[in-house]
């Protein structure tokens, strides 16, 4: 994770000069999953079992497809550089499936008690939510953000080793690099999942899905991502 680190510090240095970091080059290696300006190279997809969405006519997933980006239109946009969300409709879906990556992104929850998270190969997740938000104790958000909170039971990685959470309101930084289904998460410098896999969701006990998209998750409040960067491995 050592050139992942010194990415992040390019990141936060050059934050601080430009402010939103906007049309800046990524860090060396790595390639734009957000240009700063629209959602081009994005797609709407809800939480979405990869069979169900193989299945159909090549008519009924264009259909599909059409209906979710209406939706993703009405719930996300670009503001000065940042994307957000409502907190509602489809989640923001890459156009393109990746399979073994190393990726760079900024969120910040606005409101208190949001709840959000990091799909990899459309499973999820990388959790992302407020550590101080009493309403969500009963499902461990005290612990922090960064864990693959939907890995069953005590399984490795469910619960971060530490918690790094910045306060609502602020930028968080996070790193994560999946090679075959084991994921590391780095949150704001400090590993937060040591090389744990990530359980399939859709098919338990069975292998991931060698390859699938990366999605941001709307689950009810407003969301923010900037600087989101990826390098294929």
């Given at each position: 994770?050592?050139?992942?680190?010194?990415?992040?510090?390019?990141?936060?240095?050059?934050?601080?000069?430009?402010?939103?970091?906007?049309?800046?080059?990524?860090?060396?290696?790595?390639?734009?999953?957000?240009?700063?300006?629209?959602?081009?190279?994005?797609?709407?997809?809800?939480?979405?079992?990869?069979?169900?969405?193989?299945a159909g006519t090549p008519a009924e997933h264009e259909t599909r497809?059409?209906?979710?980006?209406?939706?993703?239109?009405?719930?996300?946009?670009?503001?000065?550089?940042?994307?957000?969300?409502?907190?509602?409709?489809?989640?923001?879906?890459?156009?393109?499936?990746?399979?073994?990556?190393?990726?760079?992104?900024?969120?910040?929850?606005?409101?208190?008690?949001?709840?959000?998270?990091?799909?990899?190969?459309?499973?999820?997740?990388?959790?992302?939510?407020?550590?101080?938000?009493?309403?969500?104790?009963?499902?461990?958000?005290?612990?922090?953000?960064?864990?693959?909170?939907?890995?069953?039971?005590?399984?490795?990685?469910?619960?971060?080793?530490?918690?790094?959470?910045?306060?609502?309101?602020?930028?968080?930084?996070?790193?994560?690099?999946?090679?075959?289904?084991?994921?590391?998460?780095?949150?704001?410098?400090?590993?937060?999942?040591?090389?744990?896999?990530?359980?399939?969701?859709?098919?338990?006990?069975?292998?991931?899905?060698?390859?699938?998209?990366?999605?941001?998750?709307?689950?009810?409040?407003?969301?923010?991502?900037?600087?989101?960067?990826?390098?294929?491995l």
């Amino acid at each position: 994770m050592t050139r992942l680190r010194c990415a992040v510090f390019v990141l936060a240095c050059l934050d601080l000069v430009a402010g939103t970091f906007v049309g800046a080059e990524p860090p060396a290696g790595f390639t734009p999953l957000f240009n700063g300006r629209d959602l081009a190279g994005w797609r709407g997809r809800p939480h979405l079992d990869p069979r169900a969405e193989a299945a159909g006519t090549p008519a009924e997933h264009e259909t599909r497809q059409k209906q979710w980006n209406d939706d993703l239109a009405a719930h996300w946009t670009v503001q000065d550089g940042v994307i957000v969300s409502d907190g509602h409709g489809v989640f923001l879906t890459t156009d393109r499936d990746y399979g073994d990556f190393e990726l760079l992104v900024e969120w910040m929850l606005p409101k208190p008690c949001a709840d959000s998270g990091i799909y990899l190969r459309g499973n999820p997740q990388v959790q992302i939510w407020d550590p101080q938000c009493e309403r969500d104790f009963k499902h461990g958000c005290q612990k922090g953000s960064g864990g693959l909170w939907n890995n069953p039971g005590d399984a490795p990685g469910k619960w971060p080793l530490v918690k790094a959470d910045k306060p609502v309101g602020e930028w968080n930084t996070t790193q994560i690099r999946m090679v075959g289904e084991q994921v590391t998460v780095e949150l704001n410098g400090q590993v937060v999942v040591d090389a744990a896999p990530l359980a399939n969701f859709f098919e338990k006990g069975k292998p991931l899905p060698a390859t699938g998209p990366i999605q941001i998750q709307t689950h009810g409040a407003p969301m923010h991502v900037r600087n989101v960067f990826i390098k294929e491995l």
